[in-house]
């Protein structure tokens, strides 16, 4: 592939060309794995299988599946491209016949009567992966899921249950209840403003539909749940769909318009409407109530990055761990910044989701040039209650991925802090002590296959190493 024109496939960004299997013996290790550990750490992420006809982000990728399984001390790596439908009529044919989000290019119909997505949007199932209600699912929030096997082998679209019709989606961003076990996540239709929250039991049964109406058509990529609530974030972005059925860029940042932020019961019922200054956001770290007060922790970014626009530039605006609080009773809104540090893909410690907590986390950039563009070589813990940072940084030429929680006693610092990091071209998965995150790594798995930077990251308790 030639991937010179395109900046997001550039250094770490770049694909790698293979599924490969790697067991315990063929790995290098240093420190100690613990053999209390018996899941395993997943992250999706774009790898485009053929070179692009036009690539505006790594949103456009080929989801890929990056694993480590952990069992008695024992680890076992495996990677696995999310075979969709697209992907598979991309393989018959041999090329790229998909474009992009930002040039949507229309399918030929012989490749549609053989089975490929009809779809000029690739489902391309590359942001996150979760395991909920016995499904291992890979997300990507323009359309269905994709199962696959503990073994991470493509199963195929999940429609949840029936749930789901065709162009129906849901969001790539749930989130679950640690008290009810929920999965609580959203649909989005494309061609209205309406914002449809979906809620799972903990066996993966759908419960309910809630819509709330949207003040305009925009982005929304993330949700935060409270106890009681759903919170999303309407920035002032317009989308207009038809521009995008034309192959132009379809949204426009409006800076005459407010940041509207919904609260929406999770029991079912209207929504509230907060306004703020305009801002944008793509993740929310955890959100919880405090009598009146509903507190929101997000990264904050100034506007919408336009580099997604042609394609051919990068992003490089600061990205800041910020706190929003609502009072529902004043309507009073305070929006402060936690701390000045560069961070994106925050995470808590799950079993506070939408609970009061203390720690957060991120990938942070103590890097001179700080931008997503140049990446991540820091892991953050924020203590919001202090306001103290502590940084395991691991080199100017790192780049370091989303930091996931994995617990191993009660305590929000009685676990482990795990991230793919690679450097100089060669990756690992470190394993950091969650109440020592900067000292020496508990355990280094150093993997013979690159893993390119990517987005979203869980633990899955209890997926056994493939046989």
């Known amino acids: 592939m030639d991937l010179s024109r395109f900046p997001y ?69 495996r990677n696995r491209w999310v075979h969709t439908p ?5 393989r018959r044919a041999g090329r790229r016949i998909y474009g ?12 549609v009567r053989d089975g490929g997505d009809p779809s000029p949007y690739k489902n391309t199932a590359n942001t996150n992966i979760l395991q909920h209600g016995g499904h291992l699912l890979a997300l990507w929030e323009g359309g269905w899921p994709h199962e696959l096997t503990p073994a991470l082998d493509t199963v195929g679209p999940y429609s949840a249950g029936g749930l789901l019709k065709p162009g129906d989606n849901l969001s790539a961003h749930p989130k679950v209840c640690p008290d009810t076990g929920e999965m609580i996540t959203c649909s989005q239709p494309f061609d209205r403003p309406l914002y449809i929250v979906q809620v799972f039991d903990r066996a993966g049964r759908h419960v309910r539909s809630i819509e709330a109406a949207l003040p305009w058509k925009g982005i929304i990529h993330d949700l935060q749940i409270t106890r009681n609530h759903v919170v999303i974030f309407c920035a002032p972005v317009v989308t207009n769909p038809a521009l995008l059925m034309q192959g132009k860029f379809p949204m426009q940042w409006r800076e005459d318009l407010p940041m509207k932020i919904g609260v929406i019961p999770r029991a079912g019922g209207a929504a509230r409407w907060f306004e703020a200054e305009p801002f944008f956001s793509w993740h929310f770290c955890n959100g919880f109530e405090d009598g009146s007060r509903i507190v929101i922790d997000y990264v904050w970014i100034a506007k919408l990055p336009f580099a997604m626009e042609m394609g051919t530039g990068v992003e490089s605006q600061p990205r800041r761990l910020y706190r929003l609080t609502l009072d529902t009773a004043t309507g009073e809104i305070r929006n402060e910044c936690v701390d000045e540090l560069f961070c994106e893909f925050t995470r808590v410690d799950d079993r506070r989701c939408g609970q009061r907590y203390r720690y957060g986390y991120a990938a942070a950039s103590t890097m001179a040039k700080q931008s997503e563009y140049h990446g991540y070589n820091a892991t953050a813990r924020f203590d919001l209650d202090t306001g103290e940072v502590v940084l395991h940084d691991y080199g100017e030429d790192a780049n370091a991925g989303e930091p996931v929680f994995v617990p191993h006693g009660e305590s929000e610092t009685d676990g482990y ?22 000292a020496d790594p508990v355990a280094r798995i150093h993997i013979p296959t690159r893993v390119p930077n990517g987005f979203h990251a869980n633990w899955a308790e209890g997926l056994s190493p493939p046989a």
């Open 86 to 90: 697209a992907l598979k009529a991309e």
């Open 9 to 77: 496939l550039q250094g770490n960004y770049a694909p790698v060309a293979e599924e490969c299997d790697w067991t315990h013996d063929q790995l290098r290790i240093e420190g100690r794995v613990p053999d209390t550990l018996k899941g395993a750490f997943l992250r999706n992420g774009p790898n485009p299988a053929y070179e692009p006809n036009h690539y505006v982000y790594p949103l456009d990728g080929d989801g890929m599946v990056h694993g480590v399984y952990f069992d008695g001390g024992r680890v076992h790596y």
């Open 100 to 111: 992009s989000i930002g040039r949507p290019l229309p399918v030929p119909g012989e490749i």
């Open 417 to 438: 802090v795990m991230a793919f990091v690679t450097a100089e071209g060669k990756s690992s998965l470190v394993v950091l002590d969650a109440a020592q995150p900067a």
